[in-house]
Each structure stands twice: as structure tokens, then as C-alpha cells.
């Protein structure tokens, strides 16, 4: 496993999956009709109407903005689905399709690993 960001996490529990980056509605979509089921969502800035499609299935969520008190992070919490918000990442198109997981690290915070 390799470390590829932190961010400060919603709730505090692990999810792995695939990573999918999500930059447009028209991907939201096309992850419904794939299956999203399992699937942890990458996002810029997306919010729970964003990604309303699709947030029920999905086993994480990375968002690159936002903080704990966010919408997103509190819609996740109540959907039971682990989101790392305010993450810091360099490259995140390098991470689309690559197997992922989200652990929680000590306080608030959690981290980003590539699995594979």
C-alpha cells in the first residue's frame, strides 16, 4: 500500500474499492448505469446533489474541498459511508480506476491508499 493523500474524515471507518474520479454530471450517470455499487468517487467539489445519483452505493468518498461540517460530510455520515474532505492530492486523474482505500488515522483525520 502507498499513502497518496489525507484529508480529514467524516466518519471513522475503512472502505476499498475502485477509485472513480468525477469531474462532470454526465459521469455520475455513466458510473449509475455501470454499477457504482462498492465504488469510492473522487471529486473536486461535489455535493450530495451532485452526487445524489449515485451516493447510496458508493463505499467511500474523496472530496478535494469541504470540511467536516460540509453537507457532503454529514450526508455521508448519515449514509454510513466513510469521506475524506479537504484532501490533498497533486494528480488526482492518476488515480481514476486504481484500487483504493480510506482508513482513518488518529483525530480526525484519515488517509488514501493505492492498494494494488
Known amino acids: 500500500m502507498r499513502e497518496v493523500a489525507r484529508g480529514l474524515i467524516s466518519l471513522k471507518l475503512s472502505a476499498e474499492g475502485e477509485l472513480r474520479y468525477i ?6 450517470i455513466e458510473l449509475l448505469k455501470e454499477g457504482a455499487d462498492g ?22 468518498v474523496v472530496c478535494i474541498t469541504g470540511a ?14 466513510p469521506a475524506l474532505m479537504g484532501t490533498k492530492i497533486e494528480s488526482p486523474e492518476e488515480l481514476d480506476r ?18 494494488e
Open 23 to 28: 469531474t462532470t454530471m454526465r459521469e455520475v
Open 68 to 81: 467536516l461540517g460540509s453537507h457532503l460530510a454529514i450526508v455521508t455520515r448519515e449514509f454510513e459511508i
Open 39 to 60: 465504488k469510492i468517487v473522487l471529486v473536486n467539489d461535489g455535493g450530495t446533489t451532485f452526487l445524489a445519483p449515485v451516493l447510496s452505493k458508493l463505499a467511500g
Open 98 to 115: 486504481k484500487n483504493v482505500m480510506i482508513q482513518p488515522d488518529e483525530g480526525i483525520t484519515g488517509v488514501l491508499f493505492i492498494t
